[in-house]
C-alpha cells in the first residue's frame, strides 16, 4: 500500500509547544448551484480540496450564502496551525483557478469557486505571526548572551561640578537590534515613563508610530531599523521608532557601527528636499561600461536646473549633497538636494512634500532619456538609473552611516560630496552628517516657504483614424 506523504505542518512530539494562529483567505467566484441545500457538506468539500491542494491538514471553509436575489455567495478558508506552516500554505492557495468538487451531486456543476485571494485581516494575522517569531528570537539571543557578575557599587553621589560623560555605545554582548535601540535610547523621567507618548518609543507596528506622532507637540517623527530577516523572506522586518531628530541622532551613536540598519520614514505629508536614490547592478559583469558617477553629475545638474525653473524670477541656491555606499556588485548613491532663497535674508526653500519630488524625478528622467537606462537582472532585462519608485507614503530611506541587515559595516552610505550650485564651493556641516543629511528638515515655526514641482505633462495620445482610413472600411 502505498505511504501517504507527511503533511508539511506535522510536528515532531518533542517540538515544544507553540500558539496556534489562523490565516484568513477569501473565496471568490462561488457557484450558487454547486452547495444545493447542504452547505455543511460544501463545506467539507472545499476544505478537502484546499488541504490536497496545499498539502496542509488544518483547513476550515465557512460560506455565506445570502437569500435569492439579495447577493452573491462567498466564503472564507482558514489555515490553522503553529509557526509559519498555516501562512506559507496559504500563501499556496492564492490565485485564480477552477476548483472542482469531484463528488458534486449536480454532475454538471462540479466548479466549487474560482479565485482565492488575501482577506483583509491576513495582514495582521501575520503580523501576529512575526511578533510571536521575534519574540522567540529575542529570548534565544538573551539566553546565549554572556551575563556579568554583579558586583556591589558604593553608592556615592557625583559632584554637580562634572560635566555628563559622553554617550557609551551599547555593549557587544546586545545582539538584538530591538533591545540595542532600546538602550541606546535615553532612559525616560519618572514622569515621562508613566506617559504613554511624550517620549521616544519602538514600535511593532507602523499604525502604532503614526498614532505616536500624531499631535506630537514635539516635532517627533518616524524612524525604522531592520531585524533579522526571516529564512526565505526576501527582506528584512522593521521595528519603527518615534524620536526628534536629536533623541535619534543621540541613540544613533550609542550604536555600533556594524549594528547600524536605520531608515528616515519620509512622512508625505512634511516639507522635504528635492532626493534621490540611483543605483544599478554590478552582479555577473552588468553594466561593466556604466560610468556611475558621471551618470549622477548629469542626474544632479538637470534637476537642479529644474529647480531654478521652477522659482522663476526668484534667485535660489542649492546644496548638493552625495552619499555613496560601497558594494562591489551594486553601484549606489543618495543625493539630497537642499534648495535655499536668497531674495533677501537666506533661508530654506523645501519642496512641498515628497510628492513634488516624485515630479522632480520624472521630469529629470523625461529629460535624460535613454541616458539613464542601465541592465537589471540579466543583459536583456532594463531599468532606469532614477529609482521612481521611492516617493511613496512613509517611505524607508537609509540615513548616512547605515547599511542594510546582512550587509557590512564597509557599504554605509557615507558623505562624497557636498557643494553648492550654481559653483562648486563647499558646504560646511554644523551638525552631525546624519542630521545634515536627512531629507525632511528640521524647520522653525515661520521658515516654511515651500518650493512646488508640477508634475511632467504627458504628451497628448494620438488622433484616432478615421473610419473611412481603416483598412476595411466602414462596417456595412
Known amino acids: 500500500m502505498d505511504q ?65 436575489g439579495q447577493g452573491k455567495p462567498k466564503g472564507t478558508a482558514w489555515f490553522h496551525g503553529s509557526g509559519d506552516a498555516p501562512l506559507r500554505a496559504a500563501r499556496r492557495a492564492i490565485g485564480k483557478y477552477d476548483a472542482i468538487d469531484p463528488h458534486s451531486r449536480n454532475h454538471t456543476k462540479t466548479v466549487m469557486f474560482r479565485e482565492v485571494k488575501e482577506r483583509h485581516d491576513l495582514e495582521s494575522a501575520e503580523q501576529e505571526l512575526m511578533d510571536e517569531i521575534c519574540a522567540e528570537a529575542e529570548a534565544k539571543a538573551a539566553d546565549a548572551a554572556p551575563r556579568p557578575a554583579q558586583t556591589p557599587v558604593a553608592r556615592t553621589p557625583a559632584p554637580a561640578a562634572v560635566p ?54 514635539d516635532d517627533r517623527r518616524i524612524w525604522a531599523f531592520d531585524l533579522p530577516p526571516r529564512a526565505g523572506s526576501g527582506g528584512a522586518p522593521k521595528r519603527w521608532l518615534v524620536a526628534t531628530p536629536a533623541e535619534f541622532d543621540a541613540a544613533y551613536a550609542c550604536v ?50 529644474a529647480l531654478v525653473a521652477a522659482a522663476g524670477d526668484r534667485p535660489l541656491e542649492i546644496e548638493v549633497i552625495v552619499l555613496a555606499s560601497a558594494r562591489p556588485t551594486k553601484f549606489s548613491r543618495h543625493v539630497v538636494l537642499r534648495s535655499h532663497w536668497t531674495d533677501g535674508a537666506r533661508r530654506a526653500a523645501p519642496l512641498a512634500g515628497s510628492q513634488h519630488a516624485g515630479h522632480l524625478a520624472r521630469r529629470v528622467v523625461a529629460a535624460l532619456g535613454d541616458a539613464l537606462t542601465v541592465q537589471s537582472g540579466d543583459a536583456r532585462t532594463t531599468t532606469s538609473f532614477v529609482d521612481t519608485g521611492v516617493y511613496t507614503r512613509d517611505r524607508c530611506f537609509r540615513v548616512w552611516g547605515s547599511t542594510k541587515h546582512g550587509d557590512t559595516a564597509g557599504a554605509a552610505f557615507a558623505v562624497t560630496e557636498q557643494r553648492l550650485f550654481p559653483g562648486s564651493r563647499p558646504v560646511a556641516f554644523t551638525r552631525s552628517p546624519l542630521r545634515e543629511t536627512l531629507v525632511v528638515p528640521e524647520l522653525q515655526p515661520g521658515e ?29
Request: aromatic share 8%; with cysteine.
Open 448 to 476: 516654511i516657504d515651500c518650493l512646488e514641482i508640477e508634475a511632467p505633462v504627458e504628451p497628448p495620445p494620438p488622433p484616432p483614424v478615421p473610419i473611412s482610413q481603416l483598412p476595411y472600411g466602414p462596417a456595412g
Open 4 to 68: 501517504k506523504r507527511p503533511r508539511e505542518d506535522a510536528a515532531p512530539a518533542s517540538a515544544p509547544k507553540r500558539k496556534k494562529h489562523s490565516f484568513p483567505l477569501f473565496l471568490g467566484g462561488v457557484q450558487p448551484y454547486w452547495y444545493k441545500d447542504n452547505r455543511a457538506r460544501a463545506e467539507s468539500a472545499a476544505a478537502a480540496y484546499l488541504r490536497d491542494r496545499t498539502n496542509h491538514n488544518d483547513v476550515t471553509v465557512e460560506l455565506d450564502v445570502p437569500p435569492y
Open 164 to 217: 555628563p560623560a559622553p554617550a557609551a555605545l551599547v555593549p557587544a554582548s546586545v545582539t538584538w537590534p530591538e533591545e540595542v535601540w532600546s538602550r541606546a535610547l535615553p532612559a525616560p523621567s519618572v514622569f515621562n515613563s508613566l506617559l504613554a507618548f511624550g517620549r521616544p518609543l519602538i514600535h511593532r507596528v507602523l499604525a502604532a508610530a503614526r498614532e505616536q506622532v500624531t499631535g506630537d507637540k
Open 256 to 305: 555600533p557601527a556594524g549594528r547600524r540598519h536605520a531608515y528616515e520614514v519620509i512622512d508625505a505629508r512634511r516639507p522635504c528636499w528635492a532626493y534621490f536614490d540611483l543605483e544599478f547592478t554590478r552582479k555577473d559583469g552588468l553594466n561593466a561600461a556604466v560610468d556611475g558617477d558621471a551618470l549622477t553629475k548629469r542626474v544632479v545638474s538637470a534637476a537642479c536646473h
